[in-house]
């Protein structure tokens, strides 16, 4: 979710807030969260606490609290697992979203979803095993989904959820039946190339890379094309909702259920349409309830058709921002970013379900029970999916460069795996 949701607006309810509102922050609160590195969080606010204009009610037998944004998901309430108390190094987009992606506030590093193909390798041969699915990517561009100093046969592949997958995927009709001979030829030439060039990845990949595009040439097109589910399934994931947008963020999850079927490793959804996301600095109530209405019923229908394949047990869904936003007014009825707490949720791939970790303060505003760093989620994740995070490393520049930073530094949150 790209631009930073309001935690106290989505699944964080704060009925103190709603009592406080028009007045300024508890002395105390400020007082503590001053003497913090999260100081820089009142930069830009209001000393106006602002209420929730949305109303929140409990589900499920968890009585988990949910807005009113997000019905559809509601549903769910038994199969998430709630972190409250997520906290990023940087209050900037693009910092946030690095270290969110990558585990640092700098660009340059290897992203999640390279690692994990790294340490996982790829169940599909016929398909990438790191896919991204976005319209507008996210802010801080491509160094948040980057390979880094990983292998370039690490890097990512952008599908696109309409037409072909792949621009260019297929040759024209003249070169098709000797496409093959000419591929083979290439590789010849370039097999012979890299002899003298050993350890030379960028090579190996482009090498590699010729082979996957033409096994992909039947593949994508099978996995991308939708139109191929029955319409009841097309019809829970919004795709003939009236809203251009819900129809969009739909696709992609379907087309996310689809490539997980198939063995892709890792995909990566974005949900930015446009250039602001849920960067709500001003008019809350005009910036979120549009987004949660295009990502809302999707995500519902993605939980239920993995739940309905038996995917969702082996399939690690994560929800998440680069953080989240102050209980503060700023502008006209905004809220400022917020990274010294906020809300990430799971669901599946083994994570227990229905249970809430950690917490913000009385009013949203910072993490004050089992805080935790975006590298203890990256732990957490990389456990769910089987791996170490202290034994995923890979030699960049004479040092063991690891997802979660020094040895030691990083652990998985407690109480989030079964």
Known sequence: ???????????????????????????????????????????????????????????????TWISELYPHLARHADDLCFIHSIQADSNNHGPASYQMHTGDIRPGKASLGSWVTYGLGTANQNLPGYVLLFEAGPLGGAANYSNGFLPAAFQPTRLRDRGAPVLDLLPPDEFAPGQRASLDLIQQLNLRHLEGRQGYSELEARIASYELAYSMQSAALDVGNLDAEPQRVGQSYGLEDGDKRTVSFGRKCLLARRLVERGVRFVQIYDMPDKDGWDAHDKLTKNHPPRARWTDQPIAALIDDLKQRGLLDTTLVVWASEFGRTPMMQGDSGRQHNSAGFTVWMAGGGVRPGVHIGATDEIGLTAVDRPHPFRDLHATILAALGLSHEDLGFEASGRIERLTGVAGTAKPVPGVLA
């Open 1 to 63: 979710m790209v631009g930073g949701p309001s935690h106290v607006d989505t699944f964080d309810y704060k009925p103190e807030l709603q009592k406080l509102n028009g007045k300024p922050v508890p002395d105390s609160l400020r007082k503590a969260v001053e003497r913090t590195r999260f100081a820089n969080v009142f930069h830009g606010c209001k000393d106006e606490l602002l209420a929730s204009p949305f109303s929140f009610k409990q589900y499920g037998q968890s009585g």
